[in-house]
C-alpha cells in the first residue's frame, strides 16, 4: 500500500493545499485564457500589438535602409534582459533564504497578522516563490533569444527592389513571418511578466491561506483589466 501521499498532505494543513491548488490553477487557467482570446479573437493587448508589429515588418520591406528597425529590435530586447539579470538576483536571494529558513521565521513571525508556522512550511513557501521566478527567468532568457532571432530576419531581409521584381518572398510572407517571431518573443516575455505578477500573490501565502487565495484572485483581476479592459487597448485599436 503507498503510504506517500497520505505523507505529503501532511506536510500542509487542507486550507493550505487548497490555496496552493487555487493558485496554479487560476494562474494556468488565466494564462490559457489570454493566450486563446488573443489568437481567436483578438482582442487583448497582445493581439493589438501583434497587428501592429506585422505592419511594421511589412514596412521593413519598403526601407532600403534598416538601421532603425536594428535599433528598435534591440530596444525591445533589453526589457527582457533587465528582468532576467533581475530574476538572478531573486533567485540568489531566495536561496539565501532557504539556508537561514530558521532566522527568516523568526522574522516572519514579527509581522504584524502573519501566520506562525513551521520551518518546514515556511520553507516550502519560499520554494513556491523560487519556482516562480525560476520559471520567470527561462521565459525571460527565451525572449531574448526570440528577439534575437527577429533581428536576423530583418538583417537577412531582401532588398525592397527585390520584393517588388518577384526576387524574394512577397511581402506579405516576410511581414507574416518576421511579425510572427517577434510576436512570440513579445508573448513569451508576457509570460515571464505574469510571473512577477503571480510572486506577489505567493506572498500572501506568508499571512495565510485566506489571504494567498484573495491575494491570487486580485491579481488575476488586475492582469485581466490591464490585457482587456485598458485605456491603452483602445488607444491601440485606434478607438
Known amino acids: 500500500m503507498n503510504t506517500s501521499l497520505p505523507i505529503v498532505m501532511a506536510l500542509l494543513p487542507l486550507l493550505d493545499w487548497l490555496a496552493v491548488v487555487v493558485f496554479f490553477a487560476g494562474w494556468s487557467g488565466y494564462a ?10 483578438q482582442n487583448s493587448i ?15 520591406t519598403y526601407r532600403e535602409v534598416r538601421v532603425i ?19 538572478i538576483l531573486i533567485i ?30 515556511f520553507d516550502l513557501k519560499l520554494l513556491l516563490l523560487t519556482v516562480i521566478f525560476v520559471y520567470a527567468f527561462f521565459r525571460f532568457t527565451w525572449s531574448l533569444r526570440q ?35 517577434v510576436g512570440m518573443a513579445a508573448e513569451t516575455f508576457n509570460d515571464g511578466l ?25 491579481v488575476i483581476y488586475v492582469l485581466y483589466q490591464r490585457e482587456f479592459r485598458s485605456e491603452v487597448l483602445q488607444a491601440l485599436r485606434g478607438s
Open 194 to 218: 505574469r510571473a512577477y505578477y503571480m510572486a506577489f500573490a505567493a506572498v500572501g501565502w506568508f499571512f495565510s491561506p485566506l489571504i494567498f487565495m484573495g491575494a491570487t484572485a486580485g
Open 69 to 87: 528597425d536594428g535599433v528598435v529590435v534591440q530596444n525591445l530586447s533589453t526589457s527582457p534582459s533587465f528582468f532576467a539579470s533581475t530574476t
Open 92 to 121: 540568489g536571494g531566495l536561496l539565501a533564504a532557504l539556508g537561514a529558513s530558521e532566522k527568516a521565521t523568526e522574522l516572519v513571525r514579527e509581522i504584524p497578522f502573519a501566520v506562525r508556522t513551521s520551518v518546514l512550511v
Open 32 to 41: 490559457w485564457f489570454a493566450r486563446r482570446e488573443a489568437h481567436a479573437h
Open 147 to 181: 528577439y534575437t532571432f527577429g533581428a536576423l530576419l530583418v538583417a537577412s531581409a531582401p532588398e525592397a527592389r527585390a520584393f517588388e521584381s518577384d526576387e524574394a518572398l512577397s511581402r506579405e510572407a516576410f511581414a507574416d513571418r518576421a511579425g510572427r517571431v
Open 46 to 60: 497582445l493581439a493589438a500589438t501583434n497587428r501592429i508589429r506585422r505592419q511594421w515588418m511589412l514596412q521593413v
